[in-house]
């Protein structure tokens, strides 16, 4: 692995179903985070962790759950999914999550809820 | 509340120069970052501006006026690869980045 990887690349979900998207990195990064990306809007920030063992809740964050058991991992978990949960989600991470950080972004899972 | 703009979309000629606009106002500023993203791929990071004034790497330049709240990239010598959406964003007094919703920047030949 190099760099940031996430599962599924897409995924089609029924309403109400659970669903857990992964991400993983190589880079020994301390700060992870969870965007979604929508046409015509920014990123959004769901969740982030800067660290293993914490997390933090972004610009939107209700729908969503995110756990950091260790510094390589970060899923995002939906519990119970909503058609405008549809996205694009990115997983990111940067060195320590200061100021000049720079954010390497994985390759990105497409979500549509049915 | 928070807000970052950016043109929605602009066109340019193969070999030409191009300079997309940025304007933001959020609570806090502690520097703002270019992306690019091409069609179905993550961003990938281009500049970063903390100080006012232009940062040239390559064919790239980002220019930043923090009290007009205000950078601008330039492009100059445009490839048909350089096709992609621009990015850009600023970190806040919470060391969270706000996004723009990007410019989708087409190159002709």
């Known amino acids: 692995i190099a760099g940031i990887t996430q599962a599924p690349t897409s995924q089609i979900l029924a309403a109400g179903r659970r669903m857990t998207l992964r991400c993983t990195q190589d880079m020994r990064h301390n700060a992870m985070y969870w965007y979604r990306q929508d046409l015509g809007l920014g990123l959004r920030l769901i969740h982030y962790s800067n660290t293993a063992g914490t997390t933090g809740k972004g610009e939107v964050p209700d729908g969503y759950s995110v756990s950091r058991a260790n510094t390589d991992d970060f899923p995002l978990t939906l519990a119970s999914a909503v058609p405008s949960q549809t996205s694009v989600y990115f997983c990111?991470?940067?060195?320590?999550?200061?100021?000049?950080?720079?954010?390497?972004f994985g390759p990105g899972t497409r979500l549509t809820v049915l | 509340g928070q807000n970052i703009d950016q043109p929605t979309e602009m066109t340019a000629t193969e070999g030409a120069i191009v300079q997309i606009n940025c304007t933001y106002q959020t609570s806090g500023f502690n520097g703002l970052f270019w992306y690019q993203q091409h069609a179905g791929e993550a961003p990938t990071f281009l500049s970063y501006?903390?100080l006012d004034g232009l940062e040239e790497k390559g064919r790239f330049s980002s220019f930043l006026s923090r009290s007009k709240g205000y950078s601008y990239l330039l492009l100059k010598e445009l490839q048909m690869k350089d096709s992609a959406s621009y990015l850009c964003?600023?970190?806040?007094?919470?060391?969270?980045?706000?996004w723009g919703a990007g410019t989708k920047l087409i190159i002709k030949p």
């Open positions: 990111a991470s940067s060195i320590s999550g200061g100021a000049s950080d720079t954010q390497y």
């Open positions: 501006n903390v």
């Open positions: 964003a600023v970190r806040d007094s919470n060391y969270q980045l706000i």
